[in-house]
């Protein structure tokens, strides 16, 4: 059995955006002594703005944290957490992407 170039950069991607928003959610919470969250943005003003992009890449992270905890906590059913985890590696996928595009162009590969 053979893996596709294609999948194997996919599969790349989707880790590298799931590395990479738990690496920023952690230094933001070691940082700040506070877990990421969505409810960052309800700051307003600058402060809501310098969250965005962070906010941008710790959402795959953010996203999957709540929802194991409303699974443990809420008895949410399965097909949610189905939804939610797809929708966290869809957006893992994007953010990887545009942090290997980002890499590949700093290193000049």
């Given at each position: 059995m053979t893996?596709?170039?294609?999948a194997l950069d996919s599969?790349?991607?989707l880790f590298v955006g799931l590395a990479l928003a738990g690496l920023l959610a952690?230094?933001?919470?070691?940082?700040?002594?506070r877990k990421a969250s969505f409810q960052l943005l309800e700051?307003?003003?600058?402060s809501a703005l310098a969250a965005?992009?962070?906010?941008?890449?710790?959402?795959?992270?953010?996203?999957?944290?709540?929802?194991m905890r409303g699974r443990r906590?809420?008895?949410?059913?399965?097909p949610f957490v189905m939804i939610a985890t797809m929708i966290a590696c869809?957006?893992?996928?994007m953010s990887g992407r545009v942090a290997v595009d980002l890499a590949h162009l700093v290193v000049g590969a």
């Open positions: 893996v596709s170039p294609a599969l790349q991607t952690s230094a933001f919470e070691l940082f700040t002594d700051a307003g003003g600058v965005v992009p962070m906010l941008a890449f710790t959402a795959p992270f953010i996203i999957l944290r709540n929802t906590l809420e008895h949410r059913p399965i869809g957006w893992s996928l």
